[in-house]
């Protein structure tokens, strides 16, 4: 199982970002994949998750309006669209997954694989 976050940057409060999780070495369909974010000297924080088969979704509260995920499945990638961002988005974007024999639904309140992250810095 192998998952590789990409897409962060540095972006301006109000803009967009679309960040990207490449998934390889395992079928998507059966895997639910999760965004979660760390900023610094803060506790990790679930965003979005995407389930198995029909590709429900799940969204934090407090994430709900302004990120929005999705998958390509022909691509294996898993998206998560981030609008309006404000400095507090400020963060490394993780995706992970949890193995299919443990239950990989969503929302991930486990996760047994993870991908490097991606910073992503919003300027005021």
């Known amino acids: 199982v192998q998952l590789q976050a990409s897409g962060g940057g540095l972006v301006q409060a109000g803009g967009s970002l679309r960040l990207s999780c490449a998934a390889s070495?395992?079928?998507?369909?059966?895997?639910?994949i999760g965004w979660f974010r760390q900023a610094p000297g803060k506790a990790r924080e679930a965003i979005a998750c995407?389930?198995?088969?029909?590709?429900?979704?799940w969204y934090a509260d407090s994430m709900k309006g302004r990120f929005s995920i999705s998958r390509d499945m022909t691509k294996k990638e898993v998206y998560l669209q981030m609008n309006s961002l404000k400095p507090e988005d400020t963060a490394v974007y993780y995706c992970?997954?949890?193995?299919?024999?443990?239950?990989?639904?969503?929302?991930?309140?486990?996760?047994?694989?993870w991908g490097q992250g991606t910073q992503v810095t919003v300027s005021s």
């Open positions: 992970a997954t949890d193995r299919p024999e443990y239950g990989s639904s969503c929302p991930l309140y486990q996760t047994t694989d």
């Open positions: 995407i389930g198995t088969r029909d590709g429900a979704t």
């Open positions: 070495g395992f079928p998507l369909e059966y895997y639910a």
